[in-house]
C-alpha cells in the first residue's frame, strides 16, 4: 500500500523560502522515482523537479531551476523541496508523487499525494 503524505505548506511573503516535506512509505521504496507537481489556482498542474531514489542527479524544469531544491532522505524515507526566492505566482498546491516511468510528465505519475497548500503574498 502507497502512501505519499505532504506537509509544510503555509503562506509566506514574496522573497522568503519554505520547505515541503513527503513523507513516502510503499513496496520497493528505494526503486521509485519522486518529484513534485503544483497546481497554480485556475491553471493545469505542472512538474517541478523529480528525482531517482536510487541515485543519479535531479532534474528541474524551468520553473524550478536555481530557486528550488529536491532532495531525499532514505532513512526516514521522505522527499523535500526546498524554495527559495517565492514569488506570488508560486502560489499554488504542491503535490508529491510518483513517476513510473522516470520522466517529468502528467502522463508518468501514477500515484498523487494529497497536496498542501503555498500561499505567497
Known amino acids: 500500500h502507497v502512501q505519499l503524505v505532504e506537509s509544510g505548506g503555509g503562506s509566506v511573503q514574496a522573497g522568503g523560502s519554505l520547505r515541503l516535506s513527503c513523507a513516502a512509505s510503499?513496496?520497493?521504496?528505494?526503486?521509485?522515482?519522486m518529484a513534485w507537481f503544483r497546481q497554480p489556482p485556475g491553471k493545469d498542474r505542472e512538474g517541478l523537479a523529480r528525482?531517482?531514489?536510487?541515485?543519479?542527479?535531479?532534474y528541474y524544469a524551468n520553473a524550478a531551476k536555481d530557486r528550488f531544491t529536491i532532495s531525499q532522505d532514505n532513512a526516514k524515507h521522505t522527499l523535500d523541496l526546498q524554495m527559495s526566492s517565492l514569488t506570488p505566482e508560486d502560489t499554488a498546491v504542491y503535490y508529491c508523487v510518483i513517476l513510473n516511468p522516470c520522466s517529468l510528465s502528467l502522463a508518468s505519475v501514477n500515484q498523487w499525494g494529497q497536496g498542501t497548500q503555498v500561499t505567497v503574498s
Open positions: 510503499g513496496p520497493a521504496y528505494s526503486k521509485w522515482c
Open positions: 528525482i531517482s531514489l536510487g541515485g543519479g542527479r535531479p
